[in-house]
Structure formats: structure tokens, C-alpha cells
């Protein structure tokens, strides 16, 4: 079955580490997507990628950063300069034109 | 130019009532317009989406309606039941000719549905 997985499922980070989360697909989508997800919040856009080895900051790329060196593949690593990583972290790839997103299930971050 | 604003915030409704979620878009270059759920702890998932070339499209309980003079559409869910319990979330992107092809996303809606 085609699908986007994200790896792993709940991830600890202690104070000044740097972590990456994995994000794989088999859609053959060409764009991908991180959203962020505070309790009770909405989806906000870290980075996104229409194409291999190219990548654009979304609205709260601060800390964070990302490679697309594969079609599949968009890794997220939350660096220690991030000062509030705690949060659910959602990625999403798409087709281009007039298709929606599909969602992974998400890794919860917290910091211990 | 760029916001989709989406309300209420969180509603309450009835078993077997009819929740509404409204949503309101500036962009009128915008011509995709989905829904997604969310259940916690999981990612969102596509519920149902339109283009403005048509007013309603049903799928089951669910149907969007859909104003391109106003800049408005909204979700209706029919015979609301407890597992529709969830975060809905419209969003609005332009699908072809735009610099990008990001979805905007509204700001979500936490529905309760009592038994």
C-alpha cells in the first residue's frame, strides 16, 4: 500500500541535542511538508519541497532545517537552537495541481 | 491576501443534529477547497473537497457548500454521531499557475458530539 510514514512515533530529546525525524513516501508525490501541532493548536508550515534538492522555510523555520536529497525522503532535524521543541510534528506530500495533502501519523517530540 | 479564516473555534452538537463549520477565504486565485479530520494524536486526514465550479458536493453525511461571490464555504455533517469527534480544518490553495502549491489552512474546529 502507497503512504507516508513517519519515524519514530514518540522521540525524547534532552536540553541542547539535536534530533531527526524521518519522513518517507511511496505516492512518487513531488512536494513534502513539516507542520508543527501545539495542544489545541492548528498546523503550522515549517519547510516544504516541490522538488528534489530544493526546499523553502514556512512560517516558523527558526531552529529547525531539512534535506531532500531523495525523491521519498524529507528528514526534519529539530536543532538544539530551537527553544520550545516540544510538540506533535506532521509531515505531508502532495501531488502538484488540484490534489490535497496526505498526512503521516505523526511524531511527538518532547523534551526531557 | 493569504488567510483562511475558519470558525467556530469548537462546537457542541447533539447525536443525530447537524454540526456546521464555516470557512472564509481572501484569494480569489483559490479553485481547491478540502476538508480534513483529525482524531488525537493522529495525522489529519482528507475528508471531502470541492472547486468553485460547482455549489455542493455530498459524500455521505458529509457535504461542503460552496459561494465563490462571497468567498465562503462550509462543512455541514448530517445525523452528527460521537465518532465524528474530532479537529476539522478547511484549507484553500491556487492548483496550478501559483508560485507554490501550499495548502492555507484555517485555524481548525474542535467538535464535541454528545450521545
Known amino acids: 500500500d502507497g503512504g507516508i510514514t513517519q519515524s519514530p512515533k514518540y522521540l525524547f530529546r534532552k536540553e541542547g541535542q539535536n534530533v531527526t525525524l524521518s519522513c518517507e513516501q511511496n505516492?512518487?508525490?513531488?512536494?513534502m511538508y513539516w507542520y508543527r501541532q501545539d495542544p489545541g493548536q492548528g498546523l503550522r508550515l515549517i519547510y516544504y519541497s516541490q522538488i528534489v534538492n530544493d526546499f523553502q522555510k514556512g512560517d516558523i523555520a527558526e531552529g529547525y532545517s531539512v534535506s531532500r536529497e531523495k525523491k521519498e525522503s524529507f528528514p526534519l532535524t529539530v536543532t538544539s537552537a530551537q527553544k520550545n521543541p516540544t510538540a506533535f510534528y506532521l509531515c505531508?506530500?502532495?501531488?502538484?495541481?488540484?490534489?490535497?495533502?496526505?498526512f503521516g501519523s505523526g511524531t511527538r517530540l518532547t523534551v526531557v | 491576501q493569504q488567510q483562511v479564516k475558519q470558525s467556530p473555534q469548537s462546537l457542541i452538537v447533539q447525536k443525530g443534529g447537524i454540526s456546521i463549520i464555516n470557512c472564509a477565504y481572501e484569494n480569489t486565485a483559490f479553485d481547491y477547497f478540502p476538508w480534513y479530520q483529525q482524531f488525537p494524536g493522529k495525522g489529519p486526514a482528507l475528508l471531502i473537497a470541492?472547486?468553485?465550479?460547482?455549489s455542493e458536493k455530498k459524500e455521505g453525511r458529509f457535504t461542503i457548500s460552496f459561494n465563490k461571490s462571497a468567498k465562503q464555504f462550509s462543512l455541514h455533517i448530517m445525523d452528527s454521531q460521537p465518532g465524528d469527534s474530532a479537529t476539522y480544518f478547511c484549507a484553500a490553495k491556487r492548483c496550478y499557475g501559483g508560485a507554490t502549491n501550499k495548502l492555507i489552512f484555517g485555524t481548525g474546529t474542535l467538535l464535541a458530539v454528545q450521545p
Open positions: 470541492i472547486r468553485p465550479d460547482v
Open positions: 505531508a506530500s502532495s501531488m502538484t495541481g488540484c490534489y490535497g495533502y496526505t
Open positions: 505516492l512518487n508525490h513531488d512536494a
